[in-house]
């Protein structure tokens, strides 16, 4: 397995999300893994309300935001710096931006990035929702929110999800690895 590297040590992006409809700009942001931030804004993980209940609206006519990098930058605080430069700019522009942090007052200077539990970060690594893991697993929903939230649950049920993480994945994850509590 490979080395997962610091936020610090990778290149960051700065990008956009575009609303297909009319093409404005609707929301800044940065990441050192674009793609996968992108997947979490389309599952609205780490969202913003304004954000949120535009990428429902854009889902019930059958659209998603598209996804723009606008530069990619080998400095956490310069990214930091550039992604302050492009929500002012874009708001300069009459851009309606949705961006919950940064809009009205700066960052301070850490990473903003939402902390999920190991279980629901290897589930959003496996493509799964909650009900598509439900569903191969044979675990309820809410045991599995439960896992997601740090509860314990039965060690039987916390298998059974390991399982198909392990299956989707293509390597074993343990109940140790996906630090899922057991009773």
Not at 31 to 60: A, M, N, P
Not at 97 to 126: C, M, W
Request: aromatic share 6%; hydrophobic share 35%; glycine share 4%.
């Amino acid at each position: 397995m490979t080395k997962r590297l610091k936020w610090v040590d990778k290149q960051h992006q700065v990008y956009a999300l575009i609303d297909p409809r009319d093409n404005a700009i609707r929301y800044i942001g940065i990441s050192d893994d674009t793609q996968y931030r992108f997947y979490q804004h389309l599952q609205c993980i780490g969202v913003g309300k304004r954000e949120k209940q535009w990428i429902k609206e854009l889902r019930r006519s059958g659209l998603r935001p598209v996804l723009r990098i606008l530069e990619t930058i080998d400095s956490r605080s310069t990214a930091c710096e550039r992604e302050r430069y492009w929500i002012q700019e874009m708001l300069h522009r009459g851009s309606p931006l949705l961006n919950d942090i940064g809009v009205i007052t700066t960052y301070p200077q850490h990473d903003f990035t939402p902390k999920l539990s190991k279980v629901r970060e290897l589930r959003i690594k496996a493509a799964l929702n909650v009900s598509r893991l439900s569903q191969l697993s044979d675990v309820s929903r809410p045991t599995i929110e439960k896992m997601e939230n740090d509860e314990p649950v039965r060690a039987d049920l916390a298998s059974a999800v390991c399982r198909v993480l392990s299956e989707r994945l293509g390597y074993e994850v343990t109940i140790e690895d996906a630090k899922i509590k057991v009773l």
